[in-house]
């Protein structure tokens, strides 16, 4: 009895044990070969997210504080500066855009694009991406609000959730995206709300895009505006951007600063008005000597969110006053002011007939 048992159990230990070992093989998860991982990217401007006190982290340091992102990415270095968002130059902004639709263009096989900014102007660098980068991989903004020396730093997971979505497949198409604090924002629609706030990022009425989880990165929904690979935006033969300006309506302001703008060279100039389009003070009277001199005024509100509509016949947006219409004030749409200039700035390299400008703000 003992005996045939024990034959048996050699014979199904002899027969299973080449399968057993072979469906063990098989099952456990093997690390890819780097070569196989998307490859992704990161170009470093600075921020806080670098700003380690008694030394800049370079991006190689910074992907170096990520040692799990090899399950997602095969990451990628350049230094392109290193430097707070705000101290970077327009022209240091052409040079970024050109480099990535360059890289872009020459490397087939980059999945995408991260790149590290500053939190003070970071959505407009990236919308100024959005608008001129022509390519439908992904191109992540990112940053931190608390700087690698403080308790709590979050910069490695918001770098390492970038790393994620340029690498993600689902994120093809849906034009730049910012990504701090697990969530995924349009360039377009996000802005910086809290001065401190870890989920400083928000896009107000529009929400979120998607999330990015533990276990996949999830999108919701899309922006419809035209953006990255639909732009008509090219940079490739730009020298330098034109000057606009933004200029707040506030009780009693004083349209000569709207003058001295034009003076001192703006091409174009962005309102920031009151609720949906109303000015005080005598700055009817500088938008009508803007206008009259051949200066785009685009009306936008300062409230937040909202559209200021185009006039449905001649003349600007509503809210202003008819002395002050002309067919150079141009309706900005929902865009914040800051977006308003980075669109109007592009839309000038163009064309400078006011019909096809105000097409672009309502195509953009
Ligand atoms: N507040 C940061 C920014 O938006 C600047 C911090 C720094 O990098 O010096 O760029």
Known sequence: MRARLARRLFVLTFLLSPWSAHAAVQARPQPAAASEMPRVRLIATGGTISNKVGGRLTADELVALMPDVTRWAHPETEQFANLASGELTLGQWLALSKRIAALLDQDRDLAGVVVTSGTDTLEELA?????????????????????PSTLGYEGAANLQDAFRVAAAPEARGRGVLVVLNDEINAAREVTKTDALRLNTFQSRAYGILGVVDADRVVFYRDVVKRHTAKSEFELAPVATLPRV???????????????????QGARGIVMATAGAGATS?????????????GVFVVITTRTGSG??????RTGGPRGTSSAARSEYQIAGEDLAPIKARILLMLALTKTQDP????????EY
Not at 245 to 250: G, K, R, S, T
Not at 281 to 293: N, P, V
Not at 307 to 312: E, F, G
Request: charged share 25%.
């Open 355 to 362: 019909t096809d400008i105000q097409r672009m703000f309502t």
């Open 281 to 293: 003070g005598t700055q009817d009277e500088g938008i009508a000597y803007a206008t009259g001199k």
């Open 127 to 147: 919308y100024f991406l959005d608008l001129s980068v022509r390519s439908d991989r992904p191109i992540i903004v990112a940053g931190s609000m608390r700087n």
């Open 307 to 312: 559209r200021i509509a185009a006039r449905v």
């Open 245 to 263: 300006d933004v200029l707040m309506v506030y009780q009693g302001a004083p349209g000569d600063l709207i003058k001295a703008a034009v003076d």
